[in-house]
């Protein structure tokens, strides 16, 4: 069964350093999501990417983050400046459609910020 | 606002015994719902979907979850547990119109399974 995948599984970085996360959605799919869970929250959601274009964030997604489909197959998260309260679970999403389509979810990258 | 809770943090059952999983929803409209099962280290899978219709809906590995406008909820049940369902299980529901597709997660059950 097609699967998203994420990478590296854990990343360390210093605070005010930049961090690129990398997800290959599945290759039919057209939405792309990411969300990220804090130790012991809840799953929030952070962007969804359509068409080349942000289609919704939330007010966590401010101006340190960015999203990106570089090519036909990759999608990434960039941090900017790091901050120590950047470090959570980060989970990359992709669904064929929006309406009636599940969204399949990577096994994430583990972002520690020293 | 849009919400989902799961009242129960943690629930341990022996196995071959029944399961229950409460979640509740808080829409302005029927949302889509959704659960997920996240085995330690692993990441989020998905076990069943409710979009419309018939208000059973089964999932893999066994599972079901019945959707109950009257309750807002939409609990997830398995008749016999086994020790490989160990893990922790999200309720997550979506708008069910056009301009939001964000999920919105509940706080998570971790489900134990002695033997």
């Known amino acids: 069964e097609p699967e998203v995948t994420q990478t590296p599984s854990h990343q360390v970085t210093q605070m005010g350093q930049e961090v690129i996360l990398r997800c290959v959605p599945i290759?039919?799919?057209?939405?792309f999501y990411w969300y990220r869970q804090i130790l012991g929250q809840k799953v929030e959601f952070l962007v969804s990417?359509?068409?080349?274009?942000?289609?919704?964030k939330s007010e966590i997604f401010d101006d340190q983050f960015s999203v990106e489909r570089p090519d036909g197959s990759n999608f990434t998260l960039k941090i900017r400046s790091t901050k120590l309260e950047d470090s959570a679970m980060y989970f990359c999403a992709s669904s064929f459609g929006q309406s009636n389509q599940p969204q399949h979810f990577g096994d994430g990258t583990r972002l520690s910020i020293l | 606002a849009q919400s989902v809770t799961q009242p129960d943090i943690h629930i341990t059952v022996s196995e071959g015994a029944s399961l229950e999983l409460r979640c509740n929803y808080s829409y302005g409209a029927t949302p889509y719902l959704f659960w997920y099962v996240q085995s330690p280290g692993q990441g989020l899978q998905l076990l069943l979907k409710?979009?419309?219709?018939?208000?059973l809906v089964q999932g893999i590995k066994g599972f079901e979850a019945e959707f109950k406008r009257s309750q807002s909820s939409f609990n997830l049940r398995k008749p016999s547990v086994h020790w490989s369902d160990a893990a922790e299980y999200f309720c997550a529901g979506r708008y069910s119109g056009a301009g939001s597709y964000q999920l919105t997660f509940g706080k998570g059950t971790k489900l134990s399974v002695i033997p």
């Open positions: 290759s039919n799919h057209l939405y």
């Open positions: 990417f359509y068409n080349n274009e942000i289609s919704e």
């Open positions: 409710y979009f419309s219709g018939d208000t």
